[in-house]
Structure formats: structure tokens, C-alpha cells
């Protein structure tokens, strides 16, 4: 061969047409990505592992709290992701009427079925529909695609808005304008997790200057100023909003502990490029078996290129978007197989393209079937899964006893029940549908300690009982927690039975709540709304911080419904007795 020659691709494998009917394809999918969402729901949870605790309380307190712009954990702490996901999960759950797995899941499952439809659709229309229905179901029949379907975090949708952005760069690329559509779901995606959503979607477009020396070069053309203008009202608009609400601890939190400490170090003595193999490994694990056509599909892409100009464009777009995105990841020192979840489509289309050209003497009967039988023996592997060796993981089994816990609560209505938390998981507030901040050991002693009925959850029973005194009276524990050593929590109150008192004390963070012949409706660290049994019932709120705190009191007797507002001084009282 001369020096002279070039590498000619083989022939591509000829664009068949769909199966009939049409919807045939979409709709097969769809009822795949249901079957693998009621499997995620009826499997048993794992709040407890993988820090799902924490965006569940975000979203706890949109919905107690009414905190929109920016949330708060459990424990005060100011967000470390920017609200879409809480959003649509707030929503869902006002929707429901409260906060639970469905509203927690929900976002994510439909996000990583909206992903799967994303890759069926552009890979139907530039490769056919073989590949297209490959990319589908490589995109769900996975550890990482399943996982999308049940966990509270924000990877799942913002793989979504990712892939909806990049398959919009690349239309915008090809017709030369419509970019505003692409930067508005760069602002989703940055409005799901940071910046980083921008970069993964526009990665893609590297291929533009790949291009350069082909036959027929296709540079980047359109105007961006509009695009650019509705990305800074959106993703920027939001930013500032919440930087007005919440001041410096904004930024702190999100652009200084969470974006920056996490690109230079781990907070384990990892730093910048240490760690460069994990995510190619993580990505041949978690997207198995696919990923092994997808790391042949990206080696053969750079040997034989396709002739076509449309296929040989949108192949060197998913090269760019898959390996820019990996190599971004390797140098990070943060690692975590969920972060790979963008780059997932790009593979999916790759592995693809690869599985279409090296099954296309198969006829369609004959390939669906096979399909479908390759999908019911992966759901089957996932339930025996999930309904075994993860059901006997200690975290699940603790977040079930929590789920079990809530469950005895329920009927007592467990809004109105007065629990105090000090250091059990935030898991048991999401099973009650509560967002109560945590109080000392100290506070809960001393509350114990007094005349009316109290009832505290903890999970480190041995230090409540160091701060205890010989002279106090006794304490009961209630409800045991689980079975063995491994308990999540203990119920304990200065009352031997769950029967609730006419009178009762409570602590909500720095509040603490006296009640007597009164029912609590909800209580927040923010509003306390009760409802009297009779005209003799009282209330009485004590600010037990160092710091003023402001207050909403609603009182509710005989229908009528009164609203109060007061700023309580450090240690100071507002009681109510007149109805």
C-alpha cells in the first residue's frame, strides 16, 4: 500500500426500516422501563446507603417548609446542588400528598426512561432502527440503568438533561441555528448539578473540528447570543436569587465544598489524575456487557469512519462527548461510578451502531425475540437481585426496620405525634413525613426529665443514658428498632406505652413545644399549627438557642383558624390560652 492511500470503510450496514407498526419500538421500551420501576418500588429500600437521605430532606423541606429558592438539610446545612431535581420531586409529592419512595423515585425513573427514548429516537433516525432499539436497551438493561430507577439522588435526571442537550447540540450543529434549545437544556442540566452540565453536553461538538479534514467539512455555524442570554436568565437568574436569599454560605457550599474541593481533592489524600483508571473500569462494569461493543465501536469509528456524511458526524460526536467526558472524569480526584451516568447514552449509541451492523443478517422476528428474551432473563437476574443478596444487606434491613418503625407510628398520625430526634437517621423522618432538626443528647435528657410525656429517637442509646443521673426518673424504650446489634434507632419516653397524653413536650430544633389538651398539626422550626380539644387546651413555645427566632403560630378550635407571628428572643416564652 502507498504511502499515499487511505483507510476505506466497509461497507455500512444498510438502514432497514422499522418494524410495523411504528410505535412498536417506543412502546416496547416503555413498558420495559415500567417493569423496571415497579421492581425498584416493590424491591426492598436503601435510603439509608448512597447519601439519599439528604436530597429527601431538600425535598422535605420544599413541602414544610415552602423554601423553594435554596433548601436546607435536616441538620440546617444550606444545599449542595442546585433544585431542579428537588423540584419535580416536591411536586410529585404535593401531588401524592406526601413525601415518600414514589416522589423520590419518580423524577429519576422517568428521567432515565425519557433518556432511553432519547437514544432510540436519534439512533433510529441517523443509524436505523436496529441500532437505535440496541442503544435503547443498552441504556436500561444495566446495573447503572436500573439503579437510575430507584434512588433519591440527582444523577438520574441530570444524565437526562445532559443527553437532551448534547442530541440537540448536534441538530443545532447540522441545521447551523436553533442553539437556543440547546442552551436551555444546558441550563436544566446545570440547574440539576453545576456547571459540569454544560461541559458534558457541548463536549460532542469537539467533532466539529475533527471535521475540518473531511471531504465535506461541516464547521459550527448559528448565532449563540440568544442561546447564551437564555442560559444566564435561567441558570444564572436562579443562582442570583438564591445568592440574595442565602448570602455567602451559597457559594461556599456550592462553588467552594462541593464544585472546587472535589475537582483538586477527595478529602483522602486523593488528588488530580491519581485515580485515572477507575472510571474507564467503572464504565466497563456498570454498562456491561454492553460496553465491551461500545470500547470496540470507538475503536473501530477511528479506523473506518463512516463514508456518509450525517453518520460519520453523529459517530465522531459520540466519540468526543463519551472519551472528553471520561477524560474529565479520570483527572478529577472525586470519584464515584454515578458520575458516569451522562456519558451512558454516548456509549449506548456506540454499542448500538456495533450490535446492529454485527446482527444485521438477523431478520426482525427472529431478533426480537431473542430481545425479548434477553430482557425478561435480565429482569429476572435484577428481581432475584434485589429480592436477595440486596435485601440481606445490613443498610437495607436497617432502612426497612425504620420503614416498620413508621408504619407502628402511622395510625397515632405521625405529624402530630411529638417525637424528638437527637441522632437517628434521617430516614425515620422521611417514613414519618417529617422535617424536625435534631436536638443534643443534653436537650433530650433534660426533656425526659420533665413532667409531661416525652418520646425521643436515638440511635446511640448508651451516650443518651451517660448524661442521665441517678435521681431521674425511668425510661422506657418502645418500639424496638430491628433485630440484633445493628439497631438504626430506639424509641425511649418517660411514659411506659405509645399512648399519647394530654400533656406532651416536644423538641423542634431550638423550639421546644409544650401542649396540653391540644393536637399538633405540624410542626417545623419555622410554623406550629395546633387545634384545641376545648377551650382550656395551651401551648407554649421556648426558644432554647443563643439566637433570636421567628416564629409562626396557627391555632385551629371549632373550624376557626387563627395565624400569629412572633420574633422569640434567646430563652425566651410565648405561651396561648385563649381560643
Same mark, same amino acid.
Given at each position: ?114 433518556? *432511553? $427514548? /432519547?437514544?432510540?429516537? %436519534?439512533?433510529? &433516525?441517523?443509524? +436505523? ?6 442503544? !435503547?436497551? @443498552? ?26 442537550? *448534547? $442530541? /440537540?447540540?448536534?441538530? %443545532?450543529?447540522? &441545521?447551523?441555528? +436553533? ?6 437544556? !444546558?441550563? @436544566? ?391
Amino acid at each position: 500500500m502507498s504511502s499515499n492511500s487511505t483507510v476505506v470503510s466497509p461497507p455500512a450496514p444498510r438502514l432497514e426500516a422499522a418494524p410495523a407498526p411504528a410505535w412498536l419500538l417506543p412502546a416496547s421500551i416503555i413498558l420495559l422501563g415500567i417493569i423496571l420501576f415497579g421492581l425498584r418500588l416493590a424491591a426492598p429500600p436503601n435510603l439509608l446507603d448512597q447519601d439519599q437521605e439528604r436530597p429527601a430532606s431538600y425535598v422535605l423541606d420544599v413541602v414544610k417548609n415552602g423554601h423553594w429558592v435554596y433548601q436546607r438539610d435536616w441538620t440546617g446545612d444550606i444545599t449542595s446542588k442546585p433544585p431542579l431535581y428537588t423540584w419535580l420531586c416536591a411536586l410529585t409529592a404535593l401531588a401524592c400528598g406526601q413525601v415518600d419512595l414514589l416522589a423520590l423515585y419518580l423524577p429519576g425513573a422517568l428521567a432515565a426512561l425519557g433518556t *432511553a $427514548l /432519547l437514544v432510540l429516537q %436519534a439512533g433510529k &433516525r441517523v443509524f +436505523g432502527p436496529r441500532a437505535g432499539l440496541f442503544a !435503547a436497551l @443498552a441504556t436500561l438493561l444495566t446495573t447503572a440503568g436500573l439503579k437510575e430507577f430507584g434512588l433519591a439522588r440527582t444523577d438520574g435526571v441530570f444524565a437526562f438533561t445532559v443527553t437532551a442537550a *448534547a $442530541l /440537540l447540540a448536534f441538530r %443545532a450543529w447540522q &441545521r447551523g441555528g +436553533g442553539w437556543a434549545w440547546f442552551w436551555a437544556l !444546558a441550563a @436544566a442540566a446545570t440547574l440539576t448539578k453545576g456547571p459540569l452540565g454544560l461541559l458534558f453536553a457541548a463536549n460532542g461538538l469537539l467533532a466539529a473540528w475533527w471535521e475540518r479534514k473531511s471531504p465535506r467539512p461541516h464547521p459550527l455555524r448559528g448565532s449563540q447570543l440568544p442561546g447564551v442570554g437564555l442560559f444566564l436568565l435561567l441558570a444564572g437568574g436562579w443562582f442570583l436569587l438564591a445568592y440574595w436569599q442565602a448570602g455567602p454560605p451559597l457559594i461556599a457550599k456550592m462553588l467552594g465544598r462541593e464544585l472546587l474541593a472535589h475537582a483538586v481533592s477527595d478529602g483522602r489524600r486523593h488528588y488530580p489524575g491519581m485515580l485515572f483508571y477507575q472510571p474507564p473500569l467503572y464504565y466497563l462494569g456498570r454498562a456491561a456487557p454492553w460496553s465491551l461493543a461500545a470500547f470496540y465501536g470507538l475503536w473501530r469509528l477511528c479506523k473506518y469512519p463512516a463514508v456518509e456524511d450525517l453518520p460519520r458526524r453523529f459517530e465522531r460526536f459520540l466519540f468526543c462527548w463519551f472519551v472528553v467526558g471520561l477524560v474529565i472524569l479520570s483527572i478529577a480526584p472525586h470519584q464515584r461510578a454515578d458520575l458516569l451516568w451522562p456519558l451512558l447514552p454516548a456509549g449506548a449509541l456506540i454499542a448500538g451502531r456495533e450490535l446492529a451492523r454485527l446482527t444485521q443478517n438477523l431478520r426482525w422476528p427472529v431478533l426480537g425475540l431473542a430481545l425479548a428474551v434477553l430482557a425478561l432473563f435480565a429482569v429476572a437476574g435484577f428481581g432475584f437481585y434485589y429480592f436477595g443478596a440486596h435485601a440481606r444487606h445490613p443498610l437495607v434491613q436497617q432502612t426497612v426496620a425504620l420503614k416498620e418503625f413508621a408504619k407502628q407510628i402511622g395510625p397515632r398520625s405521625t405529624e402530630a405525634y411529638p417525637l424528638t430526634h437527637v441522632d437517628d437517621p434521617m430516614t425515620t423522618q422521611i417514613y414519618l413525613n417529617t422535617l424536625r432538626p435534631p436536638v443534643s443528647f443534653e436537650r433530650a435528657v433534660e426533656l425526659l426529665r420533665g413532667p409531661a410525656a416525652a418520646f425521643v429517637v436515638v440511635s446511640n442509646l448508651t451516650k443518651l443514658e451517660s448524661f442521665r443521673l441517678r435521681s431521674d426518673p425511668t425510661v422506657y424504650e418502645l418500639l424496638p428498632l430491628g433485630v440484633g446489634q445493628r439497631r438504626p434507632a430506639h424509641l425511649v419516653s418517660n411514659r411506659p406505652s405509645l399512648e399519647l397524653p394530654d400533656s406532651f413536650a416536644f423538641c423542634v430544633g431550638p423550639l421546644l413545644i409544650e401542649g396540653e389538651g391540644v393536637e399538633i398539626l405540624k410542626a417545623t422550626q419555622h410554623e406550629i399549627v395546633v387545634e384545641a380539644r376545648n377551650d382550656r387546651g395551651t401551648v407554649k413555645i421556648v426558644n432554647q438557642s443563643a439566637e433570636d427566632r421567628t416564629v409562626r403560630l396557627v391555632s385551629v378550635y371549632r373550624g376557626n383558624r387563627a395565624s400569629k407571628k412572633r420574633t422569640l428572643a434567646a430563652g425566651e416564652a410565648w405561651s396561648l390560652k385563649e381560643w
